[in-house]
Protein backbone atom coordinates (compact mmCIF):
# COMPACT_ATOMS: atom_id res chain seq x y z
CA UNK A 1 0.00 0.00 0.00
CA UNK A 2 2.69 2.44 0.50
CA UNK A 3 4.51 2.22 -2.82
CA UNK A 4 1.02 2.59 -4.39
CA UNK A 5 0.89 5.64 -2.56
CA UNK A 6 4.15 6.61 -3.16
CA UNK A 7 3.56 5.86 -6.88
CA UNK A 8 0.29 7.96 -6.69
CA UNK A 9 1.72 11.09 -5.01
CA UNK A 10 4.47 11.09 -7.67
CA UNK A 11 1.73 10.63 -10.55
CA UNK A 12 -0.48 13.07 -9.30
CA UNK A 13 2.73 15.95 -8.83
CA UNK A 14 4.00 15.12 -12.55
CA UNK A 15 0.13 15.17 -14.18
CA UNK A 16 -0.74 18.61 -11.92
CA UNK A 17 2.82 20.06 -12.93
CA UNK A 18 1.65 20.00 -17.08
CA UNK A 19 1.57 23.40 -18.79
CA UNK A 20 -1.78 23.00 -19.81
CA UNK A 21 -2.57 22.64 -15.87
CA UNK A 22 0.21 25.47 -14.65
CA UNK A 23 -1.42 27.90 -17.18
CA UNK A 24 -4.85 27.55 -15.66
CA UNK A 25 -4.13 27.56 -11.82
CA UNK A 26 -2.78 30.92 -12.63
CA UNK A 27 -6.31 32.21 -13.89
CA UNK A 28 -7.14 31.84 -9.99
CA UNK A 29 -3.95 31.41 -7.68
CA UNK A 30 -2.47 34.90 -8.16
CA UNK A 31 -5.96 36.25 -7.33
CA UNK A 32 -6.13 34.70 -3.78
CA UNK A 33 -5.58 37.36 -0.96
CA UNK A 34 -5.62 37.53 3.16
CA UNK A 35 -5.75 34.23 4.24
CA UNK A 36 -6.02 31.59 2.06
CA UNK A 37 -7.16 27.82 2.72
CA UNK A 38 -5.63 25.60 0.37
CA UNK A 39 -7.80 22.19 0.39
CA UNK A 40 -6.11 19.26 -1.27
CA UNK A 41 -2.80 21.02 -1.45
CA UNK A 42 -1.49 18.47 -2.85
CA UNK A 43 2.27 18.59 -3.87
CA UNK A 44 1.69 22.09 -3.24
CA UNK A 45 1.67 23.28 -6.89
CA UNK A 46 0.37 26.63 -5.94
CA UNK A 47 2.72 27.85 -3.57
CA UNK A 48 4.53 29.56 -6.72
CA UNK A 49 1.98 31.39 -8.00
CA UNK A 50 0.63 32.86 -4.97
CA UNK A 51 1.04 37.09 -5.40
CA UNK A 52 3.38 37.56 -1.69
CA UNK A 53 1.80 41.29 -1.41
CA UNK A 54 -1.84 40.36 -1.04
CA UNK A 55 -1.53 36.54 0.77
CA UNK A 56 -0.89 36.80 4.48
CA UNK A 57 -1.22 33.38 5.43
CA UNK A 58 -1.75 29.89 3.70
CA UNK A 59 -3.17 27.04 5.27
CA UNK A 60 -2.54 24.03 3.39
CA UNK A 61 -5.25 20.81 3.85
CA UNK A 62 -4.35 17.33 2.36
CA UNK A 63 -5.14 13.89 4.15
CA UNK A 64 -2.18 12.60 1.96
CA UNK A 65 1.15 12.47 3.70
CA UNK A 66 3.25 11.70 0.68
CA UNK A 67 1.82 14.44 -1.31
CA UNK A 68 2.04 17.10 2.04
CA UNK A 69 5.66 15.69 1.84
CA UNK A 70 6.33 17.78 -1.17
CA UNK A 71 4.32 20.60 -0.09
CA UNK A 72 6.47 21.19 2.74
CA UNK A 73 9.73 21.27 0.56
CA UNK A 74 8.02 23.60 -1.48
CA UNK A 75 6.66 25.29 1.04
CA UNK A 76 10.06 25.97 2.81
CA UNK A 77 11.57 27.97 -0.63
CA UNK A 78 7.64 29.75 -0.91
CA UNK A 79 7.34 33.59 -0.24
CA UNK A 80 4.41 33.30 2.04
CA UNK A 81 3.91 31.51 5.46
CA UNK A 82 2.45 28.12 5.08
CA UNK A 83 0.61 25.86 7.33
CA UNK A 84 -0.29 22.61 7.34
CA UNK A 85 -3.60 20.15 8.82
CA UNK A 86 -2.91 16.65 7.72
CA UNK A 87 -6.68 15.86 7.16
CA UNK A 88 -9.88 15.67 4.90
CA UNK A 89 -11.28 18.92 4.08
CA UNK A 90 -14.82 17.64 4.93
CA UNK A 91 -14.27 18.62 8.69
CA UNK A 92 -12.55 21.69 9.79
CA UNK A 93 -10.52 22.46 12.85
CA UNK A 94 -11.31 26.53 11.86
CA UNK A 95 -13.00 28.92 13.17
CA UNK A 96 -16.28 30.57 11.26
CA UNK A 97 -15.61 33.37 9.32
CA UNK A 98 -11.81 33.07 9.55
CA UNK A 99 -10.42 32.60 5.56
CA UNK A 100 -10.55 35.54 3.11
CA UNK A 101 -9.93 33.05 0.32
CA UNK A 102 -10.26 29.35 -0.43
CA UNK A 103 -8.62 28.38 -3.41
CA UNK A 104 -9.66 24.71 -5.08
CA UNK A 105 -7.77 23.75 -7.76
CA UNK A 106 -8.00 20.24 -9.35
CA UNK A 107 -9.53 18.85 -5.95
CA UNK A 108 -13.39 19.05 -6.15
CA UNK A 109 -12.80 15.84 -8.24
CA UNK A 110 -11.25 14.13 -5.48
CA UNK A 111 -12.75 15.30 -2.09
CA UNK A 112 -15.21 12.01 -1.63
CA UNK A 113 -18.07 13.89 0.02
CA UNK A 114 -18.01 16.98 -1.86
CA UNK A 115 -20.99 18.46 -0.56
CA UNK A 116 -19.94 18.27 2.98
CA UNK A 117 -16.55 19.86 2.14
CA UNK A 118 -18.17 23.03 0.60
CA UNK A 119 -20.49 23.39 3.57
CA UNK A 120 -17.40 23.63 4.95
CA UNK A 121 -15.45 26.18 3.09
CA UNK A 122 -18.53 28.40 3.22
CA UNK A 123 -18.41 28.36 6.96
CA UNK A 124 -14.87 29.40 7.50
CA UNK A 125 -15.23 31.82 4.66
CA UNK A 126 -16.12 35.66 5.77
CA UNK A 127 -18.93 37.27 4.65
CA UNK A 128 -16.52 39.28 2.19
CA UNK A 129 -14.71 36.27 1.01
CA UNK A 130 -14.35 34.61 -2.04
CA UNK A 131 -13.94 30.99 -3.31
CA UNK A 132 -11.84 30.69 -6.10
CA UNK A 133 -11.91 27.19 -8.46
CA UNK A 134 -9.88 25.64 -11.08
CA UNK A 135 -11.43 22.67 -11.76
CA UNK A 136 -12.12 19.84 -14.07
CA UNK A 137 -16.22 18.12 -14.88
CA UNK A 138 -18.88 17.33 -16.46
CA UNK A 139 -18.72 18.56 -19.52
CA UNK A 140 -21.82 20.43 -20.90
CA UNK A 141 -21.87 18.36 -24.18
CA UNK A 142 -24.41 15.01 -23.34
CA UNK A 143 -22.49 13.15 -25.49
CA UNK A 144 -19.13 13.61 -23.40
CA UNK A 145 -21.08 13.75 -19.97
CA UNK A 146 -22.64 10.31 -20.97
CA UNK A 147 -18.97 9.05 -21.48
CA UNK A 148 -17.78 10.74 -17.86
CA UNK A 149 -20.77 8.73 -15.95
CA UNK A 150 -19.73 5.46 -17.67
CA UNK A 151 -16.42 5.79 -16.93
CA UNK A 152 -16.25 7.13 -14.12
CA UNK A 153 -16.39 4.03 -11.81
CA UNK A 154 -13.43 2.52 -13.88
CA UNK A 155 -11.32 5.70 -13.72
CA UNK A 156 -12.33 6.86 -9.78
CA UNK A 157 -10.20 3.83 -8.29
CA UNK A 158 -6.67 4.36 -10.91
CA UNK A 159 -7.03 7.84 -10.78
CA UNK A 160 -6.95 8.17 -6.91
CA UNK A 161 -10.72 9.10 -6.62
CA UNK A 162 -10.56 11.44 -9.12
CA UNK A 163 -14.43 12.00 -10.47
CA UNK A 164 -15.08 12.55 -14.25
CA UNK A 165 -18.88 13.70 -14.06
CA UNK A 166 -18.83 16.13 -11.51
CA UNK A 167 -20.88 19.63 -12.71
CA UNK A 168 -18.68 21.93 -10.22
CA UNK A 169 -21.05 25.15 -10.98
CA UNK A 170 -23.63 23.30 -9.77
CA UNK A 171 -22.14 21.85 -6.70
CA UNK A 172 -21.13 25.55 -5.64
CA UNK A 173 -24.73 26.96 -6.25
CA UNK A 174 -25.85 23.50 -4.73
CA UNK A 175 -23.94 24.58 -1.12
CA UNK A 176 -24.97 28.50 -1.55
CA UNK A 177 -22.54 30.02 -3.33
CA UNK A 178 -23.27 32.84 -5.38
CA UNK A 179 -21.10 32.40 -8.52
CA UNK A 180 -19.10 35.82 -9.70
CA UNK A 181 -17.65 34.42 -13.04
CA UNK A 182 -17.17 30.84 -14.20
CA UNK A 183 -15.47 30.08 -17.33
CA UNK A 184 -16.53 26.61 -18.77
CA UNK A 185 -14.03 25.17 -21.80
CA UNK A 186 -11.82 22.42 -22.99
CA UNK A 187 -8.55 23.22 -21.90
CA UNK A 188 -7.03 20.05 -24.56
CA UNK A 189 -8.58 19.23 -27.95
CA UNK A 190 -8.47 15.81 -27.01
CA UNK A 191 -9.44 13.83 -24.85
CA UNK A 192 -12.58 15.76 -23.62
CA UNK A 193 -13.71 13.49 -20.92
CA UNK A 194 -10.80 14.49 -19.03
CA UNK A 195 -10.27 18.34 -20.16
CA UNK A 196 -13.82 19.88 -19.56
CA UNK A 197 -12.76 22.85 -17.09
CA UNK A 198 -14.63 25.41 -14.59
CA UNK A 199 -12.41 28.42 -13.77
CA UNK A 200 -13.77 31.43 -11.75
CA UNK A 201 -14.94 32.55 -8.38
CA UNK A 202 -17.43 32.40 -5.89
CA UNK A 203 -18.89 34.39 -2.91
CA UNK A 204 -20.32 32.77 0.13
CA UNK A 205 -23.71 33.98 -0.26
C1 LIG B 1 -5.35 16.12 -8.28
S1 LIG B 1 -4.75 16.52 -6.71
C2 LIG B 1 -4.65 18.31 -6.80
C3 LIG B 1 -3.61 18.89 -5.88
C4 LIG B 1 -3.50 20.41 -5.87
N1 LIG B 1 -4.73 21.04 -5.45
C5 LIG B 1 -3.07 20.97 -7.20
O1 LIG B 1 -3.77 21.82 -7.77
O2 LIG B 1 -1.97 20.58 -7.68
C6 LIG B 1 -6.16 16.26 -5.64
C7 LIG B 1 -5.82 16.44 -4.18
O3 LIG B 1 -7.01 16.31 -3.38
C8 LIG B 1 -6.62 15.68 -2.18
N2 LIG B 1 -7.80 15.15 -1.46
C9 LIG B 1 -8.47 14.00 -1.69
N3 LIG B 1 -9.45 13.85 -0.78
C10 LIG B 1 -9.39 14.92 0.04
C11 LIG B 1 -10.13 15.34 1.18
N4 LIG B 1 -11.14 14.61 1.66
N5 LIG B 1 -9.79 16.49 1.77
C12 LIG B 1 -8.76 17.25 1.29
N6 LIG B 1 -8.04 16.90 0.22
C13 LIG B 1 -8.34 15.76 -0.39
C14 LIG B 1 -5.65 14.61 -2.63
O4 LIG B 1 -4.88 14.07 -1.57
C15 LIG B 1 -4.84 15.41 -3.65
O5 LIG B 1 -3.78 16.07 -3.04
Given at each position: MKIHDKLLASLTDMVCSLPVITANRRKVTPFAEGVVLEPG??????LAHYDKDAVKAVIGVDPQEDLLKMARRRAAQAAVPVEFLA???????LESGSIDTVLLTYTGCSIPDVARALDEFRRVLKPSGRLLFCEHGRSHEPRVARFQDMANSLWRPLAGG?????DIASLLQGAGFRMERCERF??????KFISYHYVGSARPG
Open positions: MGSGLNRSAEELPCHLNRYAMARP
